[in-house]
């Protein structure tokens, strides 16, 4: 996920990249645009490790480096994409102001410096209509987590209704899972990090949840942990649900389902290279096990899917279909069967 900005802005097209401690100016050094050689890869030989080596050698060796380059390698070299090779060789040495940074100094550095040319992008304003105040999160005993481990399983089948407080739980439970900032505001240059503000989102088709009208939902967190839910819209169903993700039987029986939503513009702001999509999914895979911890936790069903109509959910909450995506859902309710109390 590199900015137009970040390319524009370096021969190596990664000026931007949240370097920390970055070997790029070696890599211009050894590797110029357009004049990579084997005998330049040999001399990588202090900071490329074997493998590294072995690679870039034979991807030079396929497209040609001597004055006899094969025919079926020459429209290769003439649209420059020989790059490729020189960025790989830059991406193996650098190094990433998120990565051993244990007192946080590089990433507040990192921050300042973004920040001295430009500042996170707007959050979108979105039309709401009523918003619930919830009660706190129920903190369950450890026995209570691990016994709801040990037993959990995928529920497709509900009945009945849940209350707030196992809604409350439920959504802290995975935005604590996986690391997101506590609250809305910017407590830190590391909440950035963490993302916050608004980076992460969590929209609710609710359907099933105590004094709790049908409808669709953002969950807003409160700076003091006064959690609300903001409707977007009156009216909400399973089987709206259901062809939401794809014919998912199990959201036609649930109480509600939530969709973790990331905001990818605001999301490069900070993570300015190739490893932030892969971070961002592996962040929603914490906030879906952490949802499901939660609820086995208490006793209830749940099922997972990343599988769903992103343009519906998007269009539905008047969110940009090029800036949001869905990223993970979470179905949950009250279990047809009995899993134990809840």
Excluded at 159 to 172: A, N, P
Excluded at 182 to 195: I, K, T
Excluded at 237 to 250: C, D, H, N, P, Y
Aim: aromatic share 8%; proline share 6%; hydrophobic share 40%.
């Amino acid at each position: 996920m590199i900015t137009a900005a970040a390319h524009q802005q370096s021969d190596l097209g990664l000026a931007e990249l949240q370097a920390g401690d970055s070997s790029a100016a070696e890599i211009d050094t050894l590797f110029p645009p357009r004049q990579l050689t084997i005998d330049r890869i040999e001399a990588a030989r202090s900071f490329l490790d074997p493998t590294t080596r072995s690679v870039i050698r034979r991807g030079l060796e396929q497209i040609g480096t001597s004055p006899d380059v094969p025919a079926r390698a020459a429209s290769w070299i003439e649209n420059g994409w020989e790059e490729s090779l020189r960025y790989y060789a830059w991406s193996r040495c650098v190094t990433y102001a998120d990565g051993a940074d244990p007192t946080g100094e590089k990433r507040r550095r990192t921050v300042a410096q973004y920040r001295e040319t430009s500042e996170p992008p707007d959050v979108p304003a979105l039309p709401s209509e009523h918003a619930y105040r919830l009660p706190s999160p129920i903190e369950p005993a450890a026995a209570e987590i691990v016994e709801g481990l040990l037993t959990r399983r995928s529920i497709r089948h509900f009945k009945g209704t849940i209350s707030t407080e196992h809604l409350s739980t439920i959504l802290t439970g995975g935005w604590r899972s996986a690391g997101f900032a506590a609250g809305p505001e910017v407590a830190s240059s590391l909440d950035y990090f963490r993302g916050a503000p608004g980076v992460y989102s969590v929209a609710l088709w609710i359907w099933g949840i105590d004094d709790v009208e049908p409808g669709v939902y953002l969950w807003t967190r409160g700076s003091s942990g006064g959690d609300h839910l903001t409707r977007i819209r009156r009216g909400a169903s399973g089987t709206e649900v259901s062809e939401i993700l794809q014919g998912l039987q199990a959201p036609r029986s649930a109480s509600a389902t939530a969709f973790l939503l990331g905001d990818l513009e605001r999301y490069s702001w900070i993570y300015r290279h190739e490893h932030a999509l892969r971070s961002m999914y592996i962040a929603s895979g914490r906030w879906a096990q952490g949802a499901t911890m939660a609820a086995a936790a208490l006793r209830l069903g749940s099922v997972v899917t990343p599988a769903t109509t992103d343009s519906v959910v998007l269009d539905e909450l008047h969110l940009g279909r090029q800036r949001f995506a869905p990223l993970h859902t979470i179905t949950f309710g009250r279990p047809s069967s009995s899993v134990g109390r809840a």
